[in-house]
């Protein structure tokens, strides 16, 4: 079946007609996304087996991007968020980049890092020496492990060694770097570290102290990049304004964690949407974040390309898998991968890699032209019409007003439905 990523009027339709025409247009079973109603979704024991004193489950909206194209393919990309307007501005951004052929992304290999921290080494340069050289009994070692990862190409692909000096005192820190395939990695490696730490602190000649993997995952970033028709954005003006707008956050770390921030509204919907852990890839990111000056800088980059459109790009740490965390056990996490059509870690590292940029260009576009104000406070004043205790049926002609009266505020809302409720 043809998969396509238009759906037009989808805003428009009830969610059960909606959750109809995205599993058609992915070209799925509508039995293979029903995890996306609560009701067949996560239910209570399950949960229970989850987390610990469990008390109840929290629902998220889940709402589904549209018009992505990602190395020529559409696809359908399932966000979930508490945000109005981010699922709309990231359909938004891959309308407008689908003129120019949508996204391209690439990846390094999967490989994630674990530390063992080695204390009271009397000779640190020394001791990082006498652990490179016994680079192939440790990764033997390590490899032991997890005999299941190594038969599916994984395992542990070099050891990198570092002399750390603190306040307190002086380390040896060995990195584990392990190919980790389709898992995020994090137990795996971690699994591996507490079982090097006692051989490698001896052979460096101190104690060890931490086994942790290090959520700086460098060594496994996705990038995306895409064209924005200068056209379709307004003309030239409007392009020197966007790449004005991005410049400040290249240079400045007060726009710099806003602009990331408006990354992480897309990348954080996805992950979470996934079932994959949204604190270890909000740490990556912003670990990278830091130039090698030490500045906290933008995660993407916006110049002019020769033909005068905006070529944006991105690269950050992605360490997100199919196989491990909630993404195997939660029914909607399930749910979002089939839709997602992804067969390995990767290839969903890159779709959310380019749902990042997406989101990043629609919000920075909004910003150096008309304001967020309109397009994000028209989507919002549903809520504020919520708030107030609104009905489902009275939502509607509240926002509306909200947006009318370009007064997008509690006490006005207030206003507003008590005169409904009058029938003024
Ligand atoms: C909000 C829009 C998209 C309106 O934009 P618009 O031009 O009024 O929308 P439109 O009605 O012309 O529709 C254009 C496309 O947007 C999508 N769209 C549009 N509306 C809907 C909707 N209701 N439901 C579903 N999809 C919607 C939809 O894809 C549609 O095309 P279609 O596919 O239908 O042919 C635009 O103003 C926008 O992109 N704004 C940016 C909003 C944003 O970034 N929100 C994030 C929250 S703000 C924040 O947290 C981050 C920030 C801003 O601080 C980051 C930073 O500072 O960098
Ligand atoms: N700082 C952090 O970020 C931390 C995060 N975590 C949590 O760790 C969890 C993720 O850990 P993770 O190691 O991914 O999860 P799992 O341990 O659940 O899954 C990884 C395991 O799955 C098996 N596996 C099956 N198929 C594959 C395949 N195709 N590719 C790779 N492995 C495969 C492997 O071997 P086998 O079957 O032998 O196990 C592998 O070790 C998340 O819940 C995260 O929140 C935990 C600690 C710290």
Redesign the pocket.
Known sequence: MPRTS?I?G??DLSVEARREAVAEAAGVTSASIAAFDPANGLGIELADHMIENVAGILGVPLGIA??FVVNGADVLVPMATE?A?????A???A?IARIRGGFSTSSTATVMQAQVQIVGVADPEAGRVRLLEARDELIALADAQDPKLVEFGGGVRDIAVRVVRSRAGTYVVAHLQVDVRDAMGANAVNTMAEAIAERAAEIAGGNSLLRILTNKADLRLSRARAVFDAEALGGAGVVDDIIHAAALAEADPYRAA??N??IM?GISAVVLATGNDTRAVEAGAHSHAVSAAGLYTSLSRFEKDADGNVAASIEVPMPVGLVGGATKIHPAARAAITLLGVGTAAELAEIITAVGLA??F??????ATEG?Q???MS?HARNIASTVGATPREVPAVAARLIADKAVRADHAERILAELRQGR
Request: proline share 0%; net charge positive.
């Open positions: 238009r037009q989808l805003r549209t018009n945000e307007s981010v699922v709309a501005a359909s938004n951004a309308k806003t602009h921030k408006g509204n989101q990043n629609a919000a920075v576009r909004a910003l967020i309109r397009g994000h989507l």
